[in-house]
């Protein structure tokens, strides 16, 4: 099966910039989404397509995806900001959906 | 007003069966492919069975292959999910998504509320 690897925690200063990664044996080969969940509620789609932001999604989320890892950028950190964030693929040789371990991202 | 809704949730003792429903609305719902994903409390997100626009593929996790069917009806705008021989491992919060039918790889664009399956004797 696909495993996607992320750290479990990332904390940030408000006002810097967080990075999540998303480590996947050639993950660059595939279209990466990354969502946000914060507590009690569904997630939302933040990055889809490697880059690409859904309208209502600030400039400050960002994404990339190059060789093994996946990258989702925030920039500008507000307490807002502070959730649990996922990567997501389709892994096309099992047609199964496969999402990342998940990250719990701290505003200090 | 464009969205999903589970129902169906509930407790129920081990080995025993549920049927969980999807409804949708505000968009047009028979172009769009429907997924199930769950979370184990405190735990992450973990994909469970899709089905594709018209009902006519279908695919399911290792975990509840053989135990779980997905299926729709496009007249009444909403997708089931039914759960047989529950184990304790499947309880969790159960969520409805779609996804564009345009591509395998289409994102999760929007999800339903949740509904909550308690398994337990």
């Known amino acids: 099966s696909y495993v996607l690897t992320q750290p479990p925690s990332v904390s940030v200063v408000p006002g810097w910039t967080a990075r999540i990664t998303c480590g996947g044996n050639d993950i660059g080969t595939k279209s990466v989404q990354w969502y946000q969940q914060k507590p009690g509620q569904a997630p939302v789609l933040v990055i889809y397509y490697d880059s690409d932001r859904p309208s209502g999604i600030p400039e400050r989320f960002s994404g990339s995806n190059s060789g093994n890892t996946a990258t989702l950028t925030i920039s500008r950190v507000e307490a807002g900001d502070e959730a649990d964030y996922y990567c997501?693929?389709?892994?096309?040789?099992?047609?199964?959906?496969?999402f990342g371990t998940g990250t719990e991202v701290t505003v200090l | 007003q464009v969205q999903l809704v589970e129902s169906g949730g509930g407790g129920v003792q081990p080995g025993r069966s549920l049927r969980l429903s999807c409804a949708a609305s505000g968009f047009t719902f028979r172009s769009y492919t429907i997924h199930w994903v769950r979370q184990a409390p405190g735990k992450g997100l973990e994909w469970v069975a899709v089905i594709s626009y018209d009902g006519s593929s279908k695919f399911y996790a290792d975990s509840v292959r053989g135990r779980f069917t997905i299926s729709r009806d496009n007249s009444k705008n909403t997708v089931y999910l039914q759960m047989n021989s529950l184990r304790r491992e499947d309880m969790a919060i159960y969520y409805c998504?779609?996804?564009?039918?345009?591509?395998?790889?289409?994102?999760?664009?929007?999800w339903g509320q949740g509904t909550m399956v308690t398994v337990s004797s």
């Open positions: 997501q693929v389709w892994h096309s040789n099992s047609d199964h959906y496969v």
């Open positions: 998504a779609r996804s564009s039918s345009y591509s395998r790889s289409s994102p999760f664009d929007m």
